[in-house]
C-alpha cells in the first residue's frame, strides 16, 4: 500500500569482525592525521598495521565513519575579491580581433 518493500524495512546491515578492526586502525591513524585522504591513508594502513585494503573500500567505510580529510576548501578568503574594492571594466575588449 505505502510502496514500501517489506524487506528493506526488516534489513539490517551487518558489519565484518575484519571491517571493525580497520575502523579502529581509521580512527587511530585520523585522529593523529585528519588531513590523510583515502590514498595517504590506504599507505598509512598499510605501513603501521600492515591491512591490505582497496582504495574503494576504504573510502566506504570512512564515509560510514563520517570522516572527511581536512584541506581548504573552495573560495577560501584568500580567494574571494573584496567587496569594498572598485571593479574596473576592460576597455580593450572592443578593439581585440
Known amino acids: 500500500m505505502l ?19 580497520t575502523m579502529e586502525a581509521i580512527d587511530r591513524i585520523y585522529t593523529d592525521h585528519p588531513y590523510y585522504g583515502s590514498r ?12 591490505s585494503i582497496g582504495r574503494a573500500h576504504l573510502r566506504t567505510l570512512m564515509r560510514t565513519m563520517g570522516l572527511v580529510a581536512i584541506y581548504p576548501k573552495h573560495r577560501t ?4 575579491p573584496n567587496t569594498a574594492h572598485k571593479k574596473y571594466p576592460y576597455l580593450l575588449l572592443t578593439f581585440s580581433t
Open 3 to 21: 510502496g514500501i518493500s517489506r524487506t528493506s524495512l526488516y534489513y539490517r546491515p551487518t558489519v565484518s569482525e575484519r571491517d571493525l578492526k
Open 40 to 51: 595517504r591513508m590506504r599507505l598509512a594502513l598499510r605501513d603501521k598495521y600492515q591491512l
Open 77 to 80: 578568503t584568500g580567494s574571494e
